[in-house]
């Protein structure tokens, strides 16, 4: 939780401690980005740096104030998310959390709160936040954090000024695999690529799973021939059950088309990011011509944006896979 000890998003650190230096920080942030990319922290290392014993504009990670963030006991921070068996953060936890917003400071310095995911706040919890975003008490800065804007009420996200936290290039999410969480170079490369450099998800899954889950998906949509509606169809409501394994598997599926063009491309075996699957990339690739997965990849950006702007998921992806199975991959 020490802005000087993260290694990525200098960019949106850099902002964070300008406005800290300058004493012009917003009363209310959104940070924007894919889970497990590092948003959490730099919202505890915000927090950390305002309340910091020690130091002026980052914090020293080892007095009381730093370590009691870190713990999560700190009487002026609170981070708010479901209850433990709930799906949602109520109504209830928001009023909480205004109360305490509105009480005089333990440290005389600002009160942080930190809703995550933002998204799962339901409509009356949103409703009841507007409150205090529209009129906030002069010592509180409150950060939401969540991978879209999609479940959040437009009044919410007209008050909060955003900062978006992209995923990491995999050689420095690998980086930091190796450096901070002891993974091996082989494992931190293999699962940072994986994971397109979310370096929470690369923490929170097992590898052998993930890298199984990935390989059977990925071999199926592969294997989709020419004019298979109903393999479409299927594996398209497959996917569409749950919005993030739906949103992962799109990443793989982009992958894989990078992949491809690497080999169409000339590339390297080092810049092929399912280096498990090197054999297939090679047959696959000299199945398609290179437009046709230059016109694939340019779709896959679009079906992106539409997933995080919480289309119908299911349509989406049979749409896509439709288009795919019907129209030939071969030709100039």
Known sequence: MVFSDIIAHQKQIMTLKRALERDRLHHAYLFLGPDGVGKNTVALALAAALH??????????????CLRIGDGTHPDVRVVSPEKGKREITIVQ?????????????SGKKKVAIIDPARLMNYHAQNSLLKTLEDPPGDALIV?????????LSTVLSRCLR??????????AARILIQRHGLSEEQANVMAAVTGGSVGEALAADPGELLGRRREWIMRFSSLSGGDLR??????EEVAR????????????????????????????????NRDMVDRIREVALTLSLNHTLGVLSRLEGVARNLQRNYNR???????????????????
């Not at 939401?144 to 959040?152: A, E, F, K």
């Not at 900062?163 to 420095?172: C, D, H, M, S």
């Open 52 to 65: 910091c014993s020690r130091m002026e504009g980052d914090t020293c990670g080892q007095c009381d104030e």
């Open 231 to 236: 393999g479409a169809m299927v594996l398209a």
């Open 94 to 106: 928001i009023r909480n959390l205004q109360r305490m917003m509105e009480l005089r400071s333990f």
């Open 242 to 273: 749950d919005r993030e394994k739906a949103v992962r598997f799109l990443q793989w599926v982009k992958d894989w088309y990078r992949d491809i063009l690497v080999q169409q491309s000339g590339g390297t075996e080092a810049m092929i990011k």
């Open 163 to 172: 900062l978006y936290f992209p995923l990491l290039p995999v050689e420095q």
């Open 144 to 152: 939401l954090i969540d991978h879209s804007t999609g479940n959040l």
């Open 314 to 332: 299911r349509l989406i992806l049979e749409d896509l896979f439709i288009n795919l199975v019907t129209h030939s991959p071969h030709g100039n």
